[in-house]
Nanobody, 121 residues
C-alpha cells in the first residue's frame, strides 16, 4: 500500500505563488510516475502536471510556463511550484502516483487527500 499526503495549500492573491508538497510512504517501490491533479466545484478533474521516474515532465496548457513539477526520490517527495497564480487556478489539488505513466485519461493507482488552493484578492 502507498500513502500520499499533500501540504502547502492556502489563500493567495492573484499573481502570487505557492508550493505544494506531496509526501509518499508505504510501499514506495510500487511508484513510478507521479502527478498533480486539481478539481474545482462543478468542473471535471484536470491533470495539471506529471513527472516520470526518469524526470520527464508534462503540463496542462493552462499552466505551462507558470507551474513546475519536480520530485526528490531520496525524500519520497513530489512538489508543484505554482507562480503567477490566477483565480481560475482555485481548486483542490491532489497528488497521484502510479506504476504506469500518468497520461491524460489514466487515473493514478494512489491518491492523496487533497489540499485547497484559493486564488482571490
Amino acid at each position: 500500500q502507498v500513502q500520499l499526503v499533500e501540504s502547502g495549500g492556502g489563500l493567495v492573491q492573484p499573481g502570487g505563488s505557492l508550493r505544494l508538497s506531496c509526501a509518499a510512504s508505504g510501499d514506495i517501490y510500487r511508484i513510478s510516475a507521479m502527478a498533480w491533479y486539481r478539481q474545482a466545484p462543478g468542473k471535471q478533474r484536470e491533470l495539471v502536471a506529471s513527472i516520470t521516474s526518469g524526470g520527464n515532465t508534462d503540463y496542462a496548457d493552462s499552466v505551462k510556463g507558470r507551474f513546475t513539477i519536480s520530485r526528490d526520490n531520496a525524500k519520497n517527495m513530489v512538489y508543484l511550484q505554482m507562480n503567477s497564480l490566477k483565480p481560475d487556478d482555485t481548486a483542490v489539488y491532489h497528488c497521484g502516483a502510479g506504476a504506469r505513466p500518468l497520461v491524460p485519461g489514466r487515473l493514478p493507482d494512489y491518491w492523496g487527500q487533497g489540499t485547497q488552493v484559493t486564488v482571490s484578492s
